[in-house]
Structures are given as structure tokens and as C-alpha cells.
Nanobody, 119 residues
Framework: QVQLVESGGGLVQPGGSLRLSCTAS????????MGWYRQAPGKQRELVAT???????NYADSVKGRFTISRDNAKNAVYLQMDSLKSEDTAVYYC?????????????WGQGTQVTVSS
């Protein structure tokens, strides 16, 4: 199986920065896509950003210009640098990876890390 472990969440003031990290482990042959999603209280989980193995990125409009996703393929890791944070960025942030294990492919989720933006 695959495990995704996130870290880096916490409490930050508006305008501040945080960096989230996520590392995948297990019997992984290939990681096709990695990304970050978030879920605020009372809302559905939404995409924040994704990155392919080749480094192509996609961002939600609400975070463009403020968040940067990056990836270290050698470490099976993905990062989310969050700058100019706003109160509306408060949510549980989940790491996601679409991987190949032997001949099967599937998506996996991390346990989530809380990000709170408040003064």
C-alpha cells in the first residue's frame, strides 16, 4: 500500500507564509501526479494545486500568484509554499498522489494538516 505523510501546517497571521510537505512511501512504481487539496468547515474539498512528474503545474484561481507547488521525484515528495496567506485559506490541507503499484494505478490521500490564518 501507499502512505502519504504531511507536515508543516499551523497557525499564521494574515499576510504570512507556511510551507507544507508531503512524502509518499510504499511499493510505488511510478508517481504520476501529486497535488494538494483543502477542505474548509462546511465546504467541499477543493483542488489547490497539482504537479506532474515532469513539473507541469495547475493552480486554483484563488491561489495563483500566492502559492507555489514543487516536487522532488527522488524523495517522492511534494511541497506547497503558501505566501500572502488570507483568512479564507484556513482549511485542512490534504496531499494526494496518483501512483502505479505493479500493474495497478490509483489515488491516495494523506491524513491532512490544519492551516489556520488568523490574527
Amino acid at each position: 500500500q501507499v502512505q502519504l505523510v504531511e507536515s508543516g501546517g499551523g497557525l499564521v497571521q494574515p499576510g504570512g507564509s507556511l510551507r507544507l510537505s508531503c512524502t509518499a512511501s510504499g511499493s510505488i512504481s511510478i508517481i504520476y501526479l501529486m497535488g494538494w487539496y483543502r477542505q474548509a468547515p462546511g465546504k467541499q474539498r477543493e483542488l489547490v494545486a497539482t504537479i506532474t512528474g515532469g513539473g507541469s503545474t495547475n493552480y486554483a484561481d484563488s491561489v495563483k500568484g500566492r502559492f507555489t507547488i514543487s516536487r522532488d521525484n527522488a524523495k517522492n515528495a511534494v511541497y506547497l509554499q503558501m505566501d500572502s496567506l488570507k483568512s479564507e485559506d484556513t482549511a485542512v490541507y490534504y496531499c494526494n498522489a496518483y501512483v502505479r503499484i505493479d500493474t495497478r494505478s490509483g489515488g491516495y490521500w494523506g491524513q491532512g494538516t490544519q492551516v489556520t490564518v488568523s490574527s
